[in-house]
């Protein structure tokens, strides 16, 4: 049998390996919007346990002023959220979930609480903006993108003679006698 003196030093020498296998979950927020009165503020969460292959799946979610949730959306669960924003007019939140699998890109919008697919486009979309008066909404789409926007975003693969006039405007361009 082990003294007690022995005991409590294995006892905490596990313990203190169990904390220190605790590692803290970081909370990352993105695509913050405050409302036009001030009163909600809505961002795009996720937790990040760290050494994760991929970028952490994150929900949209909406927080009185002083910070207290009070609704979470997350209606894709291979979506990428961004792009909040409030309307002028009233309580009405817009966001887009962008699906890079399915390349397609989906704006929601949140009133009263319920959450509505407004519109798909198979492409990308971003900039959310509203009307000064709350009826419209735009967004800033590319209808059939074959890549993300953006400058650190990889083109377009090219194939075949790169650089080469098509045949067809050699002979637009030609004058023959």
Known sequence: MLPKR????????FVGVAQANDRPVLRSHEALALSRDGKHIADVEALDPG??????????????????????FDPCATCKYGDTAWSPAKDTLAFIAADSAAGTATLYVV????????????????????????????????????????ATEAGAAQVGDIGAVPVERLHRHCAFA
Do not use: C, M
């Open 111 to 150: 009133e009263n609480g319920a959450l509505r697919k407004v519109t798909q486009i198979a492409g990308v979309a971003n900039t959310t903006r509203w009307s000064a008066d709350g009826t419209r909404i735009a967004v800033l789409a590319t209808v059939g993108a074959h890549k993300k926007t953006g």
């Open 6 to 13: 022995a005991l409590a030093i294995v006892l905490i020498f």
């Open 51 to 72: 050494n994760l292959p991929d970028e952490a799946h994150g929900a949209v979610v909406i927080r009185t002023g002083d910070g207290k949730p009070v609704a979470q």
